[in-house]
């Protein structure tokens, strides 16, 4: 079995904070979203891997090379964005003797039994059902459940079963064909070679392909979305640091997870807050928040925030001389 994680994509929908760091490597519930990807992998028995990578593809290199030194891992370049089937057809030459291959899209953090999905021989596509389905893969299913169709983000959809960016597929060298004679005859949809596009091909040749439900499915393209990843991975346990160190004039509000290697004094953090490697903090409240590396932040009050690295913060200050029966509102 061998992984191919695509992270050549550029997360618009994330910038400011992608201009300068790749999307994967944006921390929730103290980690980057791609470790776990890989940490679930690794529990699942996968230990061939392969990244396809792109706009700031060194930086997500030197952090895999570094906090994975030890898996079989290879890097391919995506030098032009061109959809999801590009970016797998990119690797075609690393797939030439692989039997079963799992697709798992690097900004997407999931719970299953992947182990157990895994051992299945049948191709499959992993689901979840969402109110509105627009914004997504949909996988339409036969009469006996099969996977008949899978559509890139129907304008109407007929089913409201969205891909949630893993895919199993058992048909290596089938699908690595069609995405070579979509490229070379240029068959596109929505102006790149989408992978759901060969998906549904595949399933045309009569390849018996089954949706396969997810328990938990987070898409880290949205700072909203982003925000409750890491709130609900914070929540589960093992998942954040309560042997945290005795912080000055400080109050902790768990869960929370805090690098040891931050300075904090006179605040309230948490509940639901991630502090990255170096951060400065003083006089600050922080709640339900993601804050970068070498941080400095200084005398203000932050909710459902993203602060980047290397990031400095400071708030006003005012010095009042306030009477009785007065309002005052700063917002």
Avoid at 249 to 257: A, D, G, L, Q, W
Wanted: aromatic share 6%.
């Amino acid at each position: 079995m061998k992984a191919i994680i695509p992270v050549a994509g550029v997360g618009t929908r994330l910038r400011p904070h992608t201009y300068t760091q790749p999307k994967p490597l944006i921390p929730v519930a103290g980690k980057p979203i791609i470790a776990f990807i890989i940490d679930a992998l690794l529990e699942a028995g996968v230990r061939d891997f392969v990244f396809v990578i792109g706009y700031l593809g060194e930086k997500i290199q030197h952090y895999v090379e570094t906090a994975y030194p030890n898996i079989k891992k290879t890097f391919v370049e995506q030098t032009v964005r061109d959809g999801l089937g590009h970016a797998i057809w990119t690797a075609r030459h690393e797939l030439t003797r692989c039997k079963e291959l799992l697709i798992v899209l690097g900004d997407t953090v999931f719970e299953m039994d992947l182990k157990n999905g895994l051992k299945k021989k049948q191709s499959w596509l992993g689901v979840k059902e969402v109110m509105d389905p627009r914004e997504f893969g949909v996988v339409e299913l036969d009469a006996e459940n099969h996977v008949c169709k899978v559509v890139e983000k129907p304008k109407i959809p007929k089913s409201n079963l969205a891909l949630v960016g893993l895919y199993k597929i058992s048909e290596v060298k089938e699908l690595i064909d069609i995405l070579d004679d979509n490229i070379r005859n240029n068959r596109r949809s929505r102006g790149e070679f989408q992978l759901a596009d060969a998906l549904t091909q595949l399933v045309q040749t009569g390849v018996k392909m089954v949706a396969m439900p997810v328990a938990t499915w987070f898409d880290c393209g949205k700072k909203e979305i982003l925000l409750d990843t890491n709130k609900t991975l914070l929540e589960k346990q093992g998942l954040y640091n309560v042997d945290l160190p005795a912080f000055e004039n400080t109050i902790v509000v768990h869960p929370v997870s805090i690098h040891h290697d931050c300075q904090i004094s006179d605040s309230i953090i948490g509940p639901y807050v991630t502090i990255g490697e170096g951060a400065n903090i003083r006089s600050c409240i922080l709640k339900n928040s993601i804050i970068g590396s070498y941080t400095r932040l200084d005398n203000i009050m932050l909710e459902r925030s993203i602060v980047g690295n290397d990031t400095s913060i400071r708030g006003a200050r005012q010095s009042l001389n306030i009477g009785d029966n007065t309002e005052i509102d700063f917002s």
